[in-house]
């Protein structure tokens, strides 16, 4: 094969946008032409950089002050639509029974937008919209939905009808309700009620919501909802947790879920089989992006490369995003590597050791990373305690990594034994070793160390949520105990923490099921 | 460069749909929309202008022009290409009356980071070393006078494709040319990129 004819070949080929022999005879013009390879390399690089400008999180009041705007506008907002049906004082520390409210709160957001537009309050706007209510301000808004939906729910007697009065729920109580439960909406539409149910607070309300189960349980093609959501990653509790992460599709069981539930318990090289055989089938578009990272936390960088190189190619935006930060991470390792070889004399000092260890970390090499974190941890010694604790909790970090979840849980206990008055570090080993015992199936042990952690005092809210959600989880998957779990979850629904708080209200649904 | 937020990856009521239940008085279909894509106007408002202050003004704008016209919308069209329209016009505007008195193009430092790096420090794993939050402030500051010398027609087609994930043939509709001519802009944009990234070293 020639030189391609243009440049935007070459673009095309990394926008994953070739048929497969077109692709096919590029891949191996590519292997013979420098020029072509290194237009391809440079290209690459300008995605990587662009890759470093993450999006910004919207302002909590944007939506708040866009809301102003609109009802301003008085298209649709009419005062009437807007009744706030109950304000009354509330204790300020939340409870358990605060996961209703929280709930409502998210909900009547825009209508309370409205009301404060509407000059009635400017602080209720403000409660609504950060679910924390200000001292002194009564902690309990909570308007009634709008006449439109009650008109459709109330009212509907044919299929048809309970469809759109489900969609209009749904709406409404959009923090309950997910894609799952939408795409078919009859089938899904006892979810999308209870749902309902659960963000309303008055009698009224619930009568409509019954009203609408009776109908739904009328109904010829009624099918009761099967459970779509399947609490497969919830162990990933202190890893980032996404929402998205805690669903999977069951049956047929997803294979990447299992092989990501293999990698949570260290079981990396199955892991990597299981992965392996969805990627050579080519069925799953992030089992490549799935084998590529799990090489490359195993330190493999060229089977690392080989694998994100094919996720870069893929349709899926996010799949693409995702390879390419990490090959900017695989980048990143060779060049940690090279400094590395290029280190001369053993450490000594535990500050050489740290630093060894924090470069074998960049370079993914994570099983001498965190033998140096231990040599660093016994070099600082009681000279520098803070250093010490420090390099322990790395060193435990890295062998969870590694697979050796066991070693992990010890040294991360460690850590946590050390401080009677925990701070970040200390807490979050706590969790950690609750977390790591769980994925050994040490289940009784893992919520007993979590009762134990609990007991101190958090460092800060986030982190306390944390360790309640993983004990909940925990209690409710594992052990099964349904009233443990939703104390553990209640709290955690409550403590306005973004996507934990929803989590845990997943899970709490899920539970009830 | 993830760009949906909690509500759009579970809703799955189509855009289409929602602005057509808006139009039938429910304000809620108008909140969702706005939820589903607010974050995905901003910044590319953002990147646009390399401004963040003002891109949620006008990414607001943006959203209160489609709240006026909603009754106008052709559903037989997408409607985030209609919004991405809606939101590049009040841009471009804004960059014609920049033009007479230039303002820098910036990136806020904290919405830069190595890939990995966040995730790091969610898991209260080893972070950074100097070396390496040093070489990135480089990389960040030669982005920035990258796109800041762009002209804005090959910036925005460069940040609907990359950043927003969009077909060359749906960016062809916001920036009202070809697909091709998309394509062809992208890949100049990159070059320019590489250019000024190698000219700083940083590469």
Not at chain 1, 129 to 142: D, L, M, Q, Y
Not at chain 1, 318 to 342: F, H, W, Y
Request: aromatic letters at 6%; glycine letters at 8%.
């Amino acid at each position: 094969m020639a030189c391609p004819n243009t440049k935007l070949e070459l673009q095309a080929y990394l926008d994953g946008e070739l048929a497969p022999a077109r692709r096919a005879a590029l891949e191996e013009h590519l292997a013979q032409c420098e020029e072509c390879r290194r237009e391809v390399e440079e290209l690459k690089a300008v995605l990587q950089v662009l890759g470093g400008w993450q999006d910004r999180e919207v302002s909590r009041e944007f939506e708040l002050s866009l809301g102003t705007k609109v009802a301003t506008e008085d298209k649709i907002l009419k005062p009437e639509f807007v009744r706030p049906t109950a304000v009354a004082a509330a204790p300020a520390v939340a409870a358990a029974p605060a996961r209703r409210r929280t709930l409502a709160w998210a909900v009547s957001g825009w209508r309370a937008a409205a009301l404060a537009a509407a000059a009635a309050s400017a602080v209720i706007g403000v409660v609504a919209f950060t679910g924390k209510a200000p001292v002194n301000v009564p902690s309990r808004v909570i308007a009634r939905p709008s006449v439109d939906i009650f008109g459709v729910l109330s009212t509907a007697t044919t299929p048809s009808q309970v469809a759109d009065g489900c969609v209009y729920a749904a709406i409404v109580s959009k923090t309950a309700v997910t894609a799952e439960t939408l795409d078919a909406p009859r089938v899904a539409a006892s979810d999308v009620v209870y749902a309902f149910l659960d963000t309303v607070d008055s009698q009224a309300d619930t009568n409509v919501g019954r009203k609408l189960i009776n109908l739904l349980a009328e109904s010829a093609t009624w099918e009761r909802p099967k459970p779509r959501v399947q609490l497969a990653t919830v162990l990933d509790g202190l890893g980032g947790l996404f929402v998205r992460d805690l669903y999977a599709a069951e049956p047929p069981a997803d294979p990447l879920a299992e092989g990501r539930r293999l990698e949570l318990q260290g079981r990396l090289r199955e892991a990597l089989s299981k992965y392996g055989d969805v990627a050579a089938q080519g069925k799953l578009p992030r089992a490549d992006l799935a084998v590529g990272s799990l090489r490359l936390r195993m330190g493999d960088l060229e089977g690392a490369q080989t694998a994100l190189e094919r996720a870069v190619g893929d349709t899926d935006a996010i799949v693409r995003a995702s390879a390419q930060g990490l090959l900017s991470e695989l980048t990143d390792a060779r060049r940690a590597r090279g400094k590395l070889a290029a280190l001369g004399a053993v450490p000594s000092t535990a500050a050489e050791w740290y630093r060894q260890g924090v470069l074998e970390v960049r370079a993914y090499d994570f099983r001498n990373a965190a033998n140096s974190f231990i040599k660093a941890a016994n070099a600082a010694g009681a000279s520098d305690p803070a250093l010490a604790q420090d390099a322990r909790f790395r060193s435990a970090w890295c062998h969870k990594e590694t697979g050796q979840i066991t070693t992990a849980v010890y040294g991360f206990r460690e850590v946590m034994g050390a401080s009677t008055t925990p701070g970040v570090l200390e807490y979050s080993a706590g969790i950690e070793q609750a977390v790591g015992l769980s994925r050994i199936s040490q289940y009784g042990e893992s919520v007993a160390a979590s009762k134990e952690l609990v007991k101190r005092q958090p460092p800060n809210r986030t982190l306390e949520a944390l360790a309640y959600f993983h004990k909940g989880s925990v209690e409710l998957r594992n052990l099964k105990d349904t009233n443990a779990a939703s104390e553990s979850l209640g709290r955690v629904q409550a403590s306005g923490q973004g996507n934990l708080s929803y989590a845990a209200l997943v899970l709490l649904n899920s539970g009830a099921q | 460069m993830t760009r949906q937020n909690g509500s759009e990856k579970y809703n799955q009521v189509p855009d289409e749909t929602l602005v057509e239940i808006f139009n039938r008085g429910s304000r809620e279909a108008f909140v969702e929309l706005v939820q589903r894509y607010q974050g995905r106007i901003v910044n590319f408002i953002y990147r646009t202008l390399g401004d963040f202050e003002r891109s949620e003004e006008l990414a607001q704008e943006s959203f209160l022009r489609a709240f006026r016209k909603a009754e106008s919308f052709d559903s037989r069209y997408r409607f985030s290409t209609w919004l991405y329209t809606i939101a590049k016009n009040l841009t471009s505007n804004e960059l014609r009356d920049r033009s007479r008195r230039p303002t820098p193009y910036t990136i806020e430092d904290e919405d830069w980071a190595s890939a990995g790096q966040a995730a790091n420090e969610v898991r209260g794993g080893p972070g950074e070393d100097p070396e390496r939050v040093l070489l990135n402030k480089e990389m960040k500051q030669a982005l920035e006078k990258a796109l800041g010398k762009l002209s804005s027609e090959h910036r925005m087609a460069l940040i609907l494709k990359e950043y927003d994930g969009l077909t060359y043939g749906e960016i062809a509709d916001i920036l009202d040319t070809s697909a091709g001519t998309i394509k062809s802009w992208v890949y100049r944009a990159k070059r320019e990129i590489y250019r000024i990234l190698k000219e700083m070293g940083v590469v």
